[in-house]
């Protein structure tokens, strides 16, 4: 089957940088959309940044001109530099992807990281 795991998480001081990494495995007959989502405690999960797969990128507003997000369809990775973090962006960070399987489109599904925890002191 498919699996997606995160890198990259950890605990960073306000104003610093992180950068998450997402590889995908397993039976992959193409990967459509990326993205990353994040949870933070008492709270739903929320859209940070997803990218196509020609490189179209959409970014939270809260998250933009901070965040950046890119992939590598040949290693089917995905990234997220996080750059100037604060406070508010501690939550644990997934990483998403819609893959098929096969040729049929049928076949496509979303899968998810397990997650990494992100923690921003002030």
């Known amino acids: 089957q498919v699996q997606l795991v995160e890198s990259g998480g950890g605990l960073v001081q306000a104003g610093g940088s992180l950068r998450l990494s997402c590889a995908a495995s397993?039976?992959?007959?193409?990967?459509?959309?990326m993205g990353w989502y994040r949870q933070a405690p008492g709270q739903q999960r929320e859209l940070v940044a997803t990218i196509s797969s020609i490189g179209s990128t959409n970014y939270a507003d809260s998250v933009k001109g901070r965040f950046t997000i890119s992939r590598d369809n040949a290693k089917n990775t995905v990234d997220l530099q996080m750059n100037t973090l604060k406070p508010e962006d501690t939550a644990v960070y997934y990483c998403n992807a819609d893959i098929s399987t096969t040729w049929n489109r049928r076949s496509r599904s979303a899968y998810w990281g397990q997650g990494t925890q992100v923690t921003v002191s002030s």
């Open positions: 397993g039976t992959i007959f193409s990967i459509s959309a």
